[in-house]
Nanobody, 122 residues
Framework: QVQIMESGGGLVQPGGSLRLSCAASGFNLDHFAVEWFRQAPGKEREGVGCISGRDDRLTYADSAKGRFTISRDSAKNTVFLEMNSLKPEDTAVYSC???????????????WGQGTQVTVSS
């Protein structure tokens, strides 16, 4: 089965950390750009960061720089989003996508997951 699925979300206190996983099944994720998005209630979906499929170049939204890190584990066919120093404003549903490039529109991504909830609260 060809699919992509997120996991690792949950409830965390401000200042805490979470590592989200984006695992692919049925295809090799190594040659795909993987972009993370998030959407908070009442807000528009926004990009969080991306790892390219050509050279693993990393790009991040300003809100994520210095706190979030994207990485690959080829053996697990998985891309990770490590989130540190979490803030309440980071509360959202986080989803991963895979496509040929990092700058493709969300609606045209080749693969996408259904998202995992991240809640940052005391």
């Amino acid at each position: 089965q060809v699919q992509i699925m997120e996991s690792g979300g949950g409830l965390v206190q401000p200042g805490g950390s979470l590592r989200l996983s984006c695992a692919a099944s049925g295809f090799n994720l190594d040659h795909f750009a993987v972009e993370w998005f998030r959407q908070a209630p009442g807000k528009e979906r926004e990009g969080v960061g991306c790892i390219s499929g050509r050279d693993d170049r990393l790009t991040y939204a300003d809100s994520a720089k210095g706190r979030f890190t994207i990485s690959r584990d080829s053996a697990k066919n998985t891309v990770f989003l490590e989130m540190n120093s979490l803030k309440p404003e980071d509360t959202a549903v986080y989803s991963c996508t895979a496509d040929r490039s990092c700058n493709s529109h969300y609606d045209y991504k080749l693969f996408w997951g259904q998202g995992t909830q991240v809640t940052v609260s005391s």
